[in-house]
């Protein structure tokens, strides 16, 4: 009987602490209102684990309701459960306890503590149970500092009573980050200081050197160093990208892309003799290397990573077609097979003899662009197509058929065959769009397959040297090209033309030009690589490789790469491809998106990880994903926002030392406008949780600018404004006021 009437005091004791109501106990238990409070809050999970109280025996409870579950790890996938690259992610699993107060779960908020210190809130949640939740240790304008932390979780419940969860200790582990640039670059690891290390390559033929000897590597992507194989896989994933890891045995750890050699210089001994030191080296090769006998000298692949890239993806026969809109193939009889194509495999071409080009002694400028994408690797001879398996669609738009209906038939073919189609399209000039057909018909084409369809187009010769005449091309590119403004499947391609340097036996680039003969202006996607080797044919008619110009070479080289990506992940719609190849761009000129070279240099190798990652795991790949332009990490290992470093020095090197600066100070504020579309996000920090979901809501109702010039961003600002006003007069949201304000005083 004692027992029930205990059970009874116990439920009645709960039902009035949830409703924070004062209860009767004899006098000589009597608490203040202060402990009181501070038991009841207690008795909910409220208090820190820092807190200690002792709890009079009339307060004790069997059990309470709370977190059932609660697991941490570090989400990149590195074999490091409890270890975590500062910028990184962790993967939470949580279930609050099933009864009836899961119901009443408002939200649940993941937290970093340090001792008795609140470090930051790193995520919340509106669901009683998550699994495998992605929780970002990084913002726009935020992240968590290198340090050892303790994870919770804190359910508020709909009555405003919380619950925390167990503590669960996370590492998170800083260094220093390197970035290169387009030029072939040694890395020497001792520059590098912290325990966890990141350099990415960028373009050109790299090598991360090692003061170390070999022995000091644990694993290498979770295989030892002896039996490592650079395409087998097993990559980790940072900041949305898939990273190759190093974990030496002093625990240190370093991720890297770009890199094409691993060099570990070291002092050893012979067995024989002990006495006797030496200075030895091992070189472990990265990059995929056919033995074509003009490869080393293919310098478009060179500076494009695109070696790099073949570990990941060599083209897919069956998921992606590529298709040449341009002057078709042309046979070779001098070769060993009488009527074989130069150099490329006649069974990846699909071609229709009533629109071929196939005369010898006519115009080759389509077997040239076909063979930059598609030349046939590891032969002995020639060089290497960028693209080894996919099908090539081949239509002769000068002399066959109409650009419409070789689009047409293409897309029909794709969807008969379930491919996704990328179009390299050797044209110029207004003409083309309305060849047969109107303007409205073709875009109306290539708007129909936004999702399955991607449009390389050359920008045009229309400068000095070239063959267009262009008055127009120092502020626009040209014909078809131009549609890039106004659909997402349409890339406009300039020419970056060929400066040579020789590192480690390759063909890099010595300095960046846009040629200048290439169209530009603010409708100038991206840049790619002409002066390339092609395969072509001589007046005897034997098969050989000249070099190829114009934006017309360029654009073979964007077209396979976006092909590249797309056989890393079929996925993607011809938006998110890109998006992607625009995203890992390598930034040349002017800080961002400039007239001149577009939004840069196209990389593939960036370009391929960014999508394996995002098709291996899209929801840790997609929330922790930062623009290369507008983060950086210095030497220190401290993360700057770029947007701080954009402003004030606008051809900033990347690889430069920029301070830290905090959202909320000065610099910022008089700032103002210049960096609007991010203060939203940064807003969050001085506003109550119940106006996060208003910030987010006007964060994401203002899109981010794709040319960060000052007119966009003020345009942006603008934006922001009203939408912040829209919000702030809404009936009944008092914190849309709050929220102006605070926003006021940012950019005030």
């Keep these: 009987m004692k027992s029930v009437r205990s059970s009874r005091r116990a439920t009645r004791l709960l039902s009035r602490l949830s409703q924070g109501r004062r209860f009767k106990t004899p006098s000589r238990y009597r608490p203040g209102l202060e402990v009181l409070e501070e038991r009841r809050m207690m008795a909910f999970g409220a208090l820190s684990s820092a807190a200690t109280f002792s709890v009079q025996p009339h307060l004790k409870i069997a059990s309470f309701p709370g977190f059932r579950e609660f697991t941490v790890t570090d989400a990149a996938g590195d074999g490091a459960q409890d270890r975590v690259f500062q910028g990184g992610a962790l993967r939470v699993d949580y279930e609050f306890n099933t009864g009836w107060l899961s119901a009443n779960v408002s939200q649940v908020a993941i ?11 790193l995520k919340t949640f509106a669901a009683a149970q998550m699994a495998d939740a992605v929780v970002p240790l990084a913002g726009w304008f935020w992240e968590l500092a290198a340090g050892v932390y303790q994870i919770r979780a804190k359910a508020q419940l709909s009555n405003g009573l919380t619950y925390q969860s167990a503590s669960r200790t996370i590492d998170v582990r800083g260094g220093s980050e390197v970035k290169g640039s387009y030029q072939g670059e040694t890395f020497s690891f001792s520059s590098l200081s912290g325990d966890a290390m990141i350099v990415h390559g960028a373009g050109g033929t790299d090598t991360l050197s090692f003061n170390l000897n070999p022995s000091s590597v644990a694993s290498i992507n979770g295989m030892s160093l002896s039996s490592f194989s650079p395409t087998a896989g097993g990559q980790a994933i940072y900041q949305g990208s898939a990273v190759d890891y190093v974990r030496l045995t002093d625990g240190r750890e370093i991720y890297f892309t770009g890199i094409e050699k691993l060099q570990f210089s070291y002092y050893t001994t012979l067995t024989k003799y002990p006495y006797f030191s030496y200075f030895a080296t091992q070189t472990v090769n990265l990059a995929v290397q056919p033995n074509d006998d003009r490869f080393d000298d293919q310098w478009n692949l060179h500076v494009t990573d695109t070696p790099n890239a073949w570990r990941f993806t060599k083209g897919s026969p069956h998921n992606v077609l590529l298709v040449s809109l341009d002057t078709g193939v042309l046979p070779d009889s001098s070769k060993v097979d009488p009527g074989s194509i130069t150099d490329i495999g006649a069974w990846r071409l699909i071609t229709d003899s009533s629109d071929d080009d196939n005369l010898v002694g006519s115009y080759g400028h389509g077997h040239k662009a076909i063979s930059v994408m598609a030349s046939t690797p590891k032969n002995s001879d020639f060089g290497a197509g960028i693209n080894w398996y996919s099908k090539v669609y081949v239509t002769d738009v000068y002399n066959g058929v109409s650009l419409q209906t070789a689009i047409g038939d293409a897309l029909a073919y794709a969807q008969a065959t379930g491919r996704k189609v990328v179009f390299q399209g050797g044209i110029q000039g207004e003409n083309w769009l309305n060849n047969g057909g109107t303007q409205a018909q073709l875009e109306s084409l290539i708007s ?3 999702n ?3 449009f390389a187009i050359a920008a045009g010769n229309g400068g000095p040297g070239g063959n267009l005449n262009d008055l127009d091309y120092l502020t626009s590119v040209s014909g078809v090209a131009r549609l890039q403004t106004n659909h997402g499947n349409v890339m ?4 970056l033309q060929r400066t040579a340097t020789i590192v480690a036996g390759m063909a890099n680039a010595s300095s960046v030009n846009l040629a200048s003969y290439s169209n530009r202006g603010t409708n100038l996607t991206i840049v790619a690589p002409t002066d390339v080797l092609a395969t ?3 007046s005897a008619a034997s098969g050989n490789m000249s070099s190829f110009g114009g934006t017309s070479a360029a654009n073979p080289n964007m ?10 992940n079929p996925n993607l719609t ?6 992607i190849i625009t995203d890992t761009a390598m930034d040349l000129g002017a800080y961002g998106k400039d007239t001149t070279y577009g939004h840069g240099l196209a990389n593939a190798d960036a370009a391929v990880r960014r999508a394996r990652a995002l098709y291996s795991d899209p929801t ?3 929330s922790n994903y930062w623009r290369t332009p507008w983060f950086v990490v210095q030497s220190t290992g401290v993360f700057a926002s770029r947007a701080n470093a954009a402003i004030s020095t606008p051809d900033v090197d990347t690889t430069q030392s920029i301070p830290l600066q905090t959202p909320h100070n000065g610099d910022f504020a008089n700032r103002g406008p210049e960096v609007a579309p991010q203060l939203a996000a940064m807003a969050v920090d001085a506003l109550s949780s119940e106006a996060e979901d208003i910030a987010d809501a006007l964060f994401w109702t203002v899109p981010v600018p794709e040319a960060h010039s000052p007119g966009d961003l003020n345009d942006s600002f603008t934006a922001l404004d009203e939408a912040m006003a829209s919000f702030a007069g809404d009936d009944g949201i008092d914190e849309g006021d709050l929220l102006a304000e605070s926003l006021a005083e940012l950019w005030s």
């Design 559 to 568: 077209a396979a790469i976006a092909s590249l990506v797309w056989s890393a």
């Design 452 to 454: 399955y369809a991607l």
């Design 111 to 121: 937290e970093a503590w340090q001792g008795a210190t609140k470090a930051a809130t």
């Design 448 to 450: 129909g397959a936004s």
């Design 620 to 622: 840790l790949a997609g």
């Design 574 to 579: 011809a938006g998110q491809v890109r998006s």
């Design 536 to 538: 072509t044919f001589s």
């Design 492 to 495: 406009s391609v300039g020419a």
